[in-house]
């Protein structure tokens, strides 16, 4: 697994640094530059760090401080069904931290972390705007609304059902090929 | 910047007008169905998407022609997805439907634009005066709000400016460009518009302020960057109306003298993102923003600036740091950002609210604007009610309406029969009032007098299941973790107020915690440079002045009077009503913390058990035989039979 990781990130790497050509060198674009490589990339690796901070001209620290300051900003690749727990206020008086819980009981990961065969992560976030059908968890693209313990459960055996179909159909594909 | 000489504004925009006006009438007279979804972030998430895959698909099938039209969000949360059909071929007038999901648009697409039979069991009802079915006005949801930001949201499309053009939009421009700078900012003062950040600071004060201020290239800011976790009114302006947003931007570059604009919107924001983008684009494109406007003299562009989210970049100071890179840290004031902002700029910030109420002030007057509201509060304020009411979403009210009024008649008061226990307002910066206070009126300075503030405009109410120390401590967690750890006090105050709330919640409070929640407020308030940290304390300082038993029974008794607290509630099962046999319960819990009993009824396993409640929402309601009580001394035990079910 790591090996498939590191090969990836050095292929992001080399895409950040053909990108960064496109900013001009100055203080001010630190933010967009990094926004830009976590919509490309859905995360800031490391190593990308020292990349940026040698092309503005600044120290590494500068842009790792930035980095860390903003809530925007992730430093682990995500789940391929990234999990977004929403914590606004609506949901948290309808008990979105349970909901949080379950996910990470279920998963035997904490917030912010990834199952190890990439298959999930768990985010908390602030607030999506749908607090009218709180608690409330987004999967992927999907708002998933009046949250339920018992909905948490179904929720991921869905997605596992969806991908165990999507293996079978795909080894009948190769088979019949 | 020399005065406009001729009549050319106007000229040049009642040509776009025109064009407007054309393309509306020929949507207006179209013979065909009409069909409106509120396609903003909230009906997307409530499957806006899908609906308006069902009924394309349902057209396609039956071979209609109808015309989908996606508009903003009218700010009706609980109802969504909102769909609006006007079939004219029927006789009805435009419809109301809620709660839209694919299955009931299908449904409508057959009998409402096929057959012309609106369904009237499903409707909410016309949006205009007719004398066959209910109108939506005579629902006081509807009726007694007065919209002046929001008039058009949920009306028009975002991203057509014809759309908006049609509407009026733009007018106050065109004829603004006309008049002195001056008399722009002569009008917003005597309006006495002040600004919807927050603060409540007079927004002509700021603009006279900015345009006297020295220095070359002025910049205007529209503040976006709304982070309480709660508030959403920002983002459904931007989302449903980005047009009324940038015509205010205009209008203040030109009142005081700017030629550049940022509008800094949160990154979590996507859909605004993309929409304020493409209003820019087309602004430009008509020549409402870039050289020359409207063939004046004036200059003016805007850029758009994503944040990354950080609560404390909603302070001017701090919001300029990270345009420029940094991390958001605010700046000791003075020098304030209209003498020194961006780069050494002269930078005036507004927010979205009060940029988007200058357009109607300069269309229709100060004297008409001040007409709405109160007298210290001139204008509309706009809440996201949320929490234990009927009628959750946003609201515009003319300031000095009371709180009762809004909660309970306009968005329908406390479901479930329960009962009213407080209002959080203002977020993570305001304090919660108890029933005492829900005949304040709703105005800049009455809130502060109660203890809270009019802040973003995040109010949730809470009915008598919440526990208000559980509620401090949510909004301790946020504020500690969103203190950028400039100030010693705001950096470990607020974390020792966390720490010291948790003890409370989680049992293990002390006698003095309550004294030193007092006191340690005080230092953090007096301590700090910005406002986050001068009102972080005030959610624990407005429960303990209002809620000073329930801090009491959490120490003393070790009990959470609303059994919200999980470290100090217990789930029991009663043996009494709950049935032999039955295991909905069991189906449920998450833990496998539920047992059958020698009787062979259940039992909750303390040890295991999580206290999320399924149990109780699982067991039928004619047992109704899960139990919740605090303190945790309260559960009988149930004793846990050794081995496995014995054989029968």
Known sequence: ?177 | MSPPSSASPETHYLRIRREADTRRKSFVELTEPRIHIGMATCGIASGALETKKAFEEALAERRLSARIHSVGCIGHCYAEPIVVIDNPASGFPPILYPETHPGKAKMLAKFFVEEGDPRLEHILGATEPNDMIPVITDYPRFNMETRVVMAKCGKIDPEDIYDYIAEGGYAALAKSLQEPAARIIDEVVSSGLRGRGGAGFPTGRKWELAAGAGGESKLVICNADEGDPGAYMDRTILESNPHQVVEGMILCGYAVGAENAIVYVRAEYPLAVKLVTRAIEQARKLGLLGKQILGSPFDFDIQVFQGSGAFVCGEETALIQSIEGNRGMPLHRPPFPVQMGLNGRPTIINNVKTLATISPILENGADWFRGIGTEQSPGTAIFSVVGNVVHPGLVEIPMGVTLRTLIFDICGGIPNQKKFKAVQIGGPSGGCLPEEFLDTPIDFDSLIEAGAMMGSGGMVVMDEDACLVDVSRYFLEFTQNESCGKCTFCRIGTHHLLTILERLTQGEGRPEDIELLQTLSQDIKNGSLCGLGKTAPNPVLTSLQYFMDEYEAHITEKKCPACMCRSLTAFYIDLDTCAIGCEACVAVCPTDAIFTTSTRKKGVDLVRCVKCGECMVACPPEYDAVRRVSPLGLAPAVEKPKETPRKE
């Open chain 1, 1 to 177: 697994m790591d090996d498939v990781l590191q090969a990836e990130e050095e292929a992001i790497l080399s895409n950040v640094r053909s990108r960064l050509a496109l900013f001009e060198k100055d203080r001010s674009r630190l933010i967009p530059i990094l926004q830009m490589i976590q919509e490309t990339h859905a995360y800031l690796p490391a190593a990308a760090f020292g990349i940026v901070a040698d092309f503005l001209g600044i120290s590494e620290c500068d842009v790792y401080g930035v980095a860390t300051f903003y809530n925007q900003f992730r430093f682990n690749p995500p789940g391929r069904n990234p999990i977004k727990v929403c914590l606004g206020t609506a949901c948290h008086v309808r008990g979105g931290d349970i909901i949080l819980e379950n996910f990470e009981r279920r998963l035997e990961i904490s917030e912010g972390e990834t199952t190890r065969d990439r298959e999930f992560s768990i985010e908390r976030v602030a607030c999506v705007g749908c607090c009218a059908i709180a608690p409330v968890a987004v999967i992927g693209e999907t708002v998933h609304g009046s949250m339920a313990p018992s909905k948490v459960e179904s929720l991921i055996l869905r997605v596992q059902l969806e991908k165990e179909r999507e293996e079978r159909s795909q080894a009948k594909n190769e088979s019949t090929q």
